[in-house]
């Protein structure tokens, strides 16, 4: 699996996972620089494209219960994502940093992240290997 290029793009994203995709990165990485909104992208991505429990397309693995916590029930996000309207600077700002990543990778294949200011019991897995921090989240790899 490697999504490098448009050519070797195993998905194809509908209009509606290219908006929840760009509305999840919108609610869990706005204000980071554009690297790490692609990082962010780039876990949604390869999610999808590994398929299995995750969901197979860019919305069902944004929407996965637990998963992208912008998307929990109590997560002060998720109203703001459900109101968000389509000409949000910030908004557009995620989608072309997702098309970008659709398009051209980012040079690694992570699957996991969180934010630096925690510290979750799947970041120590033996299956789980870091790759980087970018801003404010570190990016793992699931073997």
């Known amino acids: ?19 929840t995709a760009a509305k999840t990165l919108y609610g ?8 790490g909104q692609q990082w962010c992208a780039a876990t949604i991505i390869c999610r999808a494209e590994r398929g299995g429990w995750w969901g197979s397309t860019l919305e069902t693995v944004c929407r996965k219960s637990w998963q992208y916590s912008c998307w929990n029930k109590n997560d002060p ?13 910030e908004f557009l700002r ?25 510290s979750p019991s799947w970041a120590d897995s033996d ?17």
Not at 94 to 118: D, K
Not at 127 to 143: A, P
């Open 28 to 35: 869990e990485s706005r204000g980071e620089a554009d690297i």
């Open 127 to 143: 299956q789980m290997k870091f790759i980087r921090t970018i801003g404010r989240h570190h990016f793992y790899v699931e073997d």
């Open 1 to 19: 699996m490697t999504i490098l290029s448009e050519a070797q793009m195993t998905i194809i994203p509908s209009i509606g996972d290219l908006q």
């Open 77 to 89: 996000n998720r109203e703001i994502l459900e109101a968000l309207p389509p000409d949000d600077e």
């Open 94 to 118: 995620a989608m072309g940093n997702l098309t970008f990543v659709l398009r051209h990778g980012v040079g690694a294949e992570p699957t996991h992240y969180h934010t630096v200011s925690i």
